[in-house]
């Protein structure tokens, strides 16, 4: 009898292992995240505050559910109380992370998260000391943001050890974005951009600066233009190169139309233009469909240069973005709930070195002669 007991006792801990709290499972990447636990052998628990949402996606993937509001502190809480990773699906991130985390160090929890937004990433770096004395790890960018260019731009640094400038270019071909990267991105709409000079992040305009990147698949030739990725933090925290610009594919008109962006960007803050371009997103679908992301590739370009003038280039061709950010995620939470993460603030590359984004099938990762 007592030999069942512990047997049983071994099985409910080693189930354990493989469990992690999902919050903002009803959300389009979460659902992705839902749909390919099983690929890495884990079972998330869906939650959200949306009960008739998420009890009808575990109901459609026979998964457990919990439900709790970020504003309600002990309910929150107590749906993690036996959990020991949280995977924050649920964004806008300066809206849901401080939350979470919260949370998280009250029930001594690991947190990751989806997150690409430079404010975010500075946040969150400020909880160190605390998760650090809870032994838990903070990893925000889990996803296409930023685990590939971190990794790449650790590659590179590891490669030119004195490099003290970084250029990041990337450009997703044949998919687009979800509704939730979409509102995301319109609570940014008329907001300054960044970039990093001299170890500052300092305020620049979104475009600021324009240029074309050929990419060796398929020759792609992509006009990109300069944004605040949130490589501007955590490319700097992982490799402490102190001059970091990043870029997206756009279109050139996109680009030009920008420059005039200062005489109407009051329009674009305003309520009204909000409400607007909300109705035109919630039209549309939740996202890229199953065969669109498979047709869809992701492609990547790090630059890095010294003092002396000598540069160093790869390139980086991955499956479409939220394929990516799906199966990022589920990698990163297999090897926390494995017992391997680092205490504290950590980026993609900071914890799991420069070859994580390696694990991901479909990943191609190039080196180009010096200048």
């Given at each position: 009898?007592a030999h069942r007991c512990y047997c049983l006792i071994f099985v409910i801990l080693a189930m354990q292992q493989n469990i992690f709290?999902?919050?903002?499972?009803?959300?389009?990447?979460?659902?992705?995240?839902?749909?390919?636990?099983?690929?890495?052998?884990?079972?998330?628990?869906?939650?959200?505050?949306?009960?008739?949402?998420?009890?009808?996606?575990?109901?459609?993937?026979?998964?457990?559910?919990?439900?709790?509001?970020?504003?309600?502190?002990?309910?929150?809480?107590?749906?993690?109380?036996?959990?020991?990773?949280?995977?924050?699906?649920?964004?806008?991130?300066?809206?849901?992370?401080?939350?979470?985390?919260?949370?998280?160090?009250?029930?001594?929890?690991?947190?990751?998260?989806?997150?690409?937004?430079?404010?975010?990433?500075?946040?969150?770096?400020?909880?160190?000391?605390?998760?650090?004395?809870?032994?838990?790890?903070?990893?925000?960018?889990?996803?296409?943001?930023?685990?590939?260019?971190?990794?790449?731009?650790?590659?590179?640094?590891?490669?030119?050890?004195?490099?003290?400038?970084?250029?990041?270019?990337?450009?997703?071909?044949?998919?687009?974005?979800?509704?939730?990267?979409?509102?995301?991105?319109?609570?940014?709409?008329g907001m300054p951009g960044a970039c990093r000079k001299n170890g500052r992040i300092v305020p620049e305009p979104v475009g600021a600066?324009?240029?074309?990147?050929?990419?060796?698949?398929?020759?792609?030739?992509?006009?990109?233009?300069?944004?605040?990725?949130?490589?501007?933090?955590?490319?700097?925290?992982?490799?402490?190169?102190?001059?970091?610009?990043?870029?997206?594919?756009?279109?050139?008109?996109?680009?030009?139309?920008?420059?005039?962006?200062?005489l109407f960007n009051w329009l674009l803050r305003t309520r009204f233009m909000h409400r607007i371009v909300t109705k035109i997103i919630?039209?549309?679908?939740?996202?890229?469909?199953?065969?669109?992301?498979?047709?869809?590739?992701?492609?990547?370009?790090?630059?890095?240069?010294?003092?002396?003038?000598?540069?160093?280039?790869?390139?980086?061709?991955?499956?479409?973005?939220?394929?990516?950010?799906?199966?990022?995620?589920?990698?990163?939470?297999?090897?926390?709930?494995?017992?391997?993460?680092?205490?504290?603030?950590?980026?993609?590359?900071?914890?799991?070195?420069?070859?994580?984004?390696?694990?991901?099938?479909?990943?191609?990762?190039?080196?180009?002669?010096?200048?």
């Amino acid at each position: 009898m007592a030999h069942r007991c512990y047997c049983l006792i071994f099985v409910i801990l080693a189930m354990q292992q493989n469990i992690f709290l999902l919050y903002g499972a009803n959300g389009y990447s979460g659902r992705l995240i839902a749909r390919f636990a099983h690929q890495y052998g884990l079972q998330p628990v869906l939650a959200g505050r949306n009960q008739q949402a998420i009890v009808a996606l575990a109901n459609e993937l026979h998964l457990p559910w919990r439900i709790a509001d970020l504003n309600d502190h002990t309910a929150l809480e107590n749906s993690m109380h036996d959990i020991s990773l949280v995977v924050n699906a649920a964004g806008p991130y300066d809206l849901t992370a401080k939350q979470m985390i919260a949370a998280c160090m009250a029930t001594h929890t690991h947190y990751i998260d989806l997150n690409g937004d430079l404010e975010v990433f500075e946040m969150i770096q400020g909880y160190n000391q605390e998760a650090m004395e809870k032994n838990i790890m903070l990893l925000p960018g889990a996803g296409f943001d930023v685990v590939p260019t971190d990794c790449l731009s650790l590659w590179l640094k590891k490669r030119m050890p004195d490099a003290d400038r970084l250029e990041i270019a990337f450009a997703i071909i044949g998919s687009r974005l979800s509704r939730g990267t979409a509102v995301t991105t319109l609570q940014k709409l008329g907001m300054p951009g960044a970039c990093r000079k001299n170890g500052r992040i300092v305020p620049e305009p979104v475009g600021a600066k324009g240029m074309y990147v050929t990419f060796p698949a398929k020759a792609q030739k992509v006009f990109v233009m300069s944004i605040p990725w949130g490589d501007i933090s955590t490319a700097y925290f992982s490799t402490g190169i102190p001059n970091i610009e990043t870029y997206t594919g756009v279109s050139r008109a996109t680009w030009v139309f920008l420059k005039f962006q200062g005489l109407f960007n009051w329009l674009l803050r305003t309520r009204f233009m909000h409400r607007i371009v909300t109705k035109i997103i919630n039209s549309q679908s939740p996202g890229p469909g199953d065969e669109q992301r498979m047709k869809a590739i992701s492609l990547i370009r790090a630059k890095v240069s010294d003092q002396q003038g000598k540069t160093m280039t790869a390139f980086m061709r991955c499956p479409e973005a939220y394929d990516l950010t799906a199966l990022s995620v589920l990698l990163i939470a297999q090897k926390i709930l494995s017992g391997q993460f680092k205490p504290g603030y950590q980026t993609p590359a900071s914890a799991y070195g420069e070859d994580l984004i390696m694990e991901i099938p479909g990943v191609e990762r190039e080196l180009m002669m010096d200048q």
